[in-house]
């Protein structure tokens, strides 16, 4: 696995904070084996850890036919699924995914501090073990679902959402007072139903920081759900409003070049 970099921003909770609330984000294990990750987070001291899906590998994995509009792009872009489909096949066996990974990665984080998950689309298939699992070791998993969370004297409603489902659940969510909080995997739905919505920090992944890195700005050369040289690949938009990790594992045949895997350390003031 690669080495990996530690990100840290700052969110204003516009609650004059007597001490900040550390959060480590976390995302897209994808059953890989993170314990640096793990051995980090253990160093950075939070006071809550926020996973934001694809933790699990729970899914129909054959490339699915992406019909682009533009003919070379949509070469491009297809070029890119079926063949790291193939070249996947061909990974070593430590390479691959794993859930005991996970399920050792979890056990050691709800020690660290609390833990809150939501899904990613690589979870459509979770099973029933895997919820069982969640519920034993002491992971809140948040599937279109919120809570109220207090740490100290910092108060907000916490809200996980996730690919498929939310339609119902997300305006009842919106309308809640407080400070909003919204683990949310593709940073695409933010754009797309929530950047006017007044939820004050939505944490997301999925992209893996565009795989490879082009340019002294970092630009993504192939983002999922953005395709090719997608805007939300990794950082912070929206004025602050977003961020989004480059995730935690590499997963595709393909090296992370110039495009490190990611903790995301937040301390809210």
């Given at each position: 696995?690669s080495?990996?970099?530690?990100?840290r921003y700052?969110?204003?909770?516009?609650?004059?904070?007597?001490?900040?609330v550390r959060?480590?984000?976390?995302s897209?294990?994808?059953?890989?084996?993170?314990?640096?990750?793990?051995?980090a987070?253990?160093?950075?001291?939070?006071?809550l850890?926020?996973?934001?899906?694809?933790?699990?590998?729970r899914?129909?994995?054959?490339?699915q036919?992406?019909?682009?509009r533009?003919p070379?792009?949509?070469?491009?872009?297809?070029?890119?699924?079926?063949?790291?489909?193939?070249?996947?096949?061909l990974l070593?066996p430590?390479?691959?995914?794993?859930?005991?990974?996970?399920?050792?990665?979890l056990?050691?984080?709800?020690?660290?501090?609390?833990?809150y998950?939501s899904?990613?689309?690589?979870?459509?298939?979770?099973?029933h073990?895997?919820?069982?699992?969640?519920c034993?070791?002491?992971?809140t998993?948040?599937?279109?679902?919120?809570?109220?969370?207090k740490v100290?004297?910092?108060?907000?409603?916490?809200?996980?959402?996730?690919?498929?489902?939310?339609?119902e659940?997300?305006p009842?969510?919106l309308?809640?007072?407080?400070?909003?909080?919204?683990l949310?995997?593709k940073p695409?739905?933010?754009?797309?139903?929530?950047?006017?919505?007044?939820?004050d920090?939505?944490?997301?992944g999925?992209t893996?920081?565009g795989q490879?890195?082009?340019g002294?700005k970092g630009?993504?050369?192939?983002?999922?759900?953005?395709g090719?040289?997608?805007?939300?690949?990794?950082?912070?938009?929206?004025?602050?409003?977003?961020?989004?990790?480059a995730?935690?594992?590499?997963?595709?045949?393909?090296?992370?070049?110039?495009n490190?895997r990611?903790l995301?350390?937040?301390?809210?003031?």
């Amino acid at each position: 696995m690669s080495k990996f970099i530690i990100t840290r921003y700052t969110a204003d909770s516009k609650q004059h904070l007597q001490q900040p609330v550390r959060i480590a984000h976390v995302s897209d294990l994808h059953e890989r084996n993170c314990d640096d990750i793990m051995d980090a987070i253990k160093k950075e001291h939070p006071d809550l850890i926020f996973i934001t899906g694809d933790t699990f590998e729970r899914y129909d994995n054959r490339p699915q036919y992406e019909f682009e509009r533009r003919p070379l792009k949509r070469v491009i872009i297809n070029t890119i699924h079926y063949s790291n489909y193939l070249l996947t096949m061909l990974l070593p066996p430590k390479a691959k995914a794993d859930d005991e990974n996970v399920r050792r990665f979890l056990k050691e984080a709800v020690t660290v501090a609390p833990v809150y998950m939501s899904l990613g689309n690589h979870e459509q298939k979770l099973q029933h073990r895997d919820y069982r699992f969640l519920c034993d070791t002491g992971v809140t998993l948040l599937d279109n679902a919120d809570i109220d969370l207090k740490v100290r004297d910092f108060q907000c409603v916490l809200g996980g959402m996730s690919c498929w489902g939310y339609e119902e659940w997300l305006p009842t969510f919106l309308k809640k007072d407080g400070y909003k909080i919204l683990l949310c995997h593709k940073p695409n739905q933010y754009a797309e139903l929530l950047t006017d919505s007044g939820v004050d920090l939505t944490l997301s992944g999925h992209t893996h920081g565009g795989q490879v890195l082009i340019g002294k700005k970092g630009v993504g050369f192939f983002v999922p759900g953005q395709g090719l040289f997608g805007k939300l690949a990794h950082g912070r938009f929206f004025d602050g409003r977003l961020i989004v990790s480059a995730g935690c594992a590499n997963t595709v045949a393909c090296p992370r070049f110039f495009n490190p895997r990611e903790l995301v350390m937040i301390v809210v003031i």
